[in-house]
């Protein structure tokens, strides 16, 4: 018996599919020279460097990548986009992963970013405005009983000098808005 | 008379209100015409980008079609709205795809985008050789002898747009320019560009407070009496961590962080309060005191 195979694609080849709307150069030529690690200013909150993480990639590893807290740790400052001699844009993979690892629900229910990015857009899905003082509650208890009195004191001296909204803003417009957003994805994914 | 579509972005209307009275009140002495962006919404910060991909760029699509409506080019005052809605447009006037999916997203809000607009920092328009020439006939001796730290950030010059230099990327002259011009010292260093923690104060809170620990070491390497910011977030992390930092490292930072414009708004003779100053944490009534201390004993 004959049997065929369809041909799949690499791991590279999925996450640079999740680029779409972004230039930039092919993983592959990465040339593994650490330039992306040495202009990372968080480099050692991540387990795996940027360069680790691109050589993970390329080497088809999915396991281990989609494991690493490297691209929630990653704070968007693009550093390592600027200096890649190849091209490369670090900054946009670690995005690209992000998504994937919302999607197929990859990771650690420890981490906070995940659950703030889909906080932070369920309130946008809301009001269509972001609202600082409702993400805060949630986290705040990572720094323990000491950490939430700190965070509450700050928030009484913004609030005493006219900096914290009690009420969120909402836009005009915002059926409008879901509508527009449900042209391009579905809510229930978020909500 | 320059007339721009202004898009303050959230938190110029909560935790930054004082970067928003004071970027209208410089413009109001520059002659450059503000318009707010008609029923504008979140720019999606990092977040969006997190989540998916179309749902960041259909959100800022939406107020780039609100501006093309307005016939105007839009300028933002903070570092990721302005890098959201510049990226985004760049994304759909190279994928001719991409806005046509975008349009037939924003036909649910009756909206268009053809391609029309440019965006820019706010600090772009306060720069042009005009803004800055302005901003040099009409200043005060107000920050006379004040040090001050410009610091960029991030987004406001990275990812790099097409044009720029590397030295324009690498070490950019405009923020320390316009300080000048305003008739203050700006004070060199090299965090300048570097990131402040941004979304990370939430998410990984020792990594955000280290990367301010260095920030402001080296500004205070520096000699910085103040450091300034174009970006509200900078500003906040800067500014309401700093005693979080104080704690973690036993340090005893005291530098207040000032949004750029409530600077320019002091040297070109608007009152401390119409500016906002005054509402800071750490506050900077000493240091804008001290210039003017400081001259007269000479």
């Known amino acids: 018996m004959v049997t065929t195979t369809a041909p799949r694609i690499s791991f590279r080849e999925e996450v640079e599919n999740l680029l779409h709307a972004e230039e930039g150069a092919s993983l592959v030529r990465c040339i593994q020279c650490a330039t992306c690690s040495a202009a990372c200013p968080v480099v050692e909150f991540m387990d795996h460097s940027p360069r680790l993480l691109i050589g993970l990639i390329n080497a088809g590893m999915k396991d281990e990548v989609m494991a690493s807290n490297t691209f929630w740790t990653c704070a968007s400052c693009y550093a390592c986009t600027e200096k890649c001699p190849e091209g490369i844009r670090p900054a946009d993979v670690m995005y690209a992963l992000t998504r994937f690892s919302l999607w197929r629900d990859t990771f650690d229910r420890d981490w906070v970013a995940p659950e703030f990015s889909r906080r932070f857009t369920r309130t946008i899905l809301r009001t269509g405005k972001s609202y600082e003082p409702g993400y805060a509650p949630a986290f705040i208890f990572e720094g323990g009983f000491p950490g939430v009195v700190r965070e509450m004191q700050m928030a009484l001296k913004l609030l005493a000098k006219g900096r914290l909204p009690l009420i969120p803003a909402r836009i005009k417009r915002i059926r409008n808005l879901r509508s527009m957003v449900a042209r391009v994805m579905p809510l229930d994914g978020i909500e | ?39 504008w919404n979140c720019c999606g910060a990092t977040a969006y980008s997190h989540v998916d991909e179309l749902l960041a760029t259909v959100l800022c699509a939406r107020n780039l079609a609100i501006a093309e409506k307005q016939g105007l080019d839009i300028v933002a005052p903070c570092n990721a709205c ?30 268009h985008y053809g391609g029309h607009v440019e965006v820019s920092h706010i600090m772009e328009a306060f720069t042009t050789p005009e803004a800055l020439e302005a901003i040099r006939s009409k200043a005060s001796e107000r920050l006379r002898r004040l040090r001050v730290a410009p610091y960029y950030g991030c987004q406001i010059v990275r990812p790099r747009r097409p044009g720029l230099t590397l030295s324009q990327v690498d070490d950019p002259q405009y923020f320390e320019e316009l300080l000048r011009a305003a008739g203050a010292d700006p004070v060199s260093y090299p965090y300048k560009l570097r990131c402040c923690g941004a979304a990370l104060m939430v998410t990984n809170r020792r990594a955000a407070v280290q990367t301010l620990r260095d920030l402001l070491q080296s500004a205070v390497d520096s000699g910085a009496d103040v450091i300034a910011t174009a970006c509200p977030l900078c500003q906040t992390n800067l500014e309401c961590y700093q005693a979080e930092v104080n704690r973690a490292y036993g340090t005893e930072y005291a530098v207040p962080i000032l949004y750029f414009t409530q600077l320019v708004g002091l040297a070109l003779g608007v009152g401390l309060k119409r500016l906002g100053i005054g509402k800071e944490l750490v506050s900077a009534e000493a240091v804008l005191k001290r210039p003017v201390a400081a001259a007269a004993k000479e």
Request: net charge negative; hydrophobic share 40%.
């Open chain 2, 82 to 111: 302005f890098k959201n809605l510049w990226t985004t447009n760049a994304a759909i006037k190279r994928d001719a795809d991409l806005a046509d999916h975008m349009n037939y997203a924003l036909e649910a809000d009756d909206l």
């Open chain 2, 1 to 39: 008379m320059t007339r721009y579509a202004y898009y303050p972005g959230c938190s110029l209307e909560t935790m930054a209100a004082t970067y928003n009275v004071s970027t209208l009140e410089v413009a109001h002495k520059l002659g450059i015409e503000l318009e707010e962006l008609e029923d």
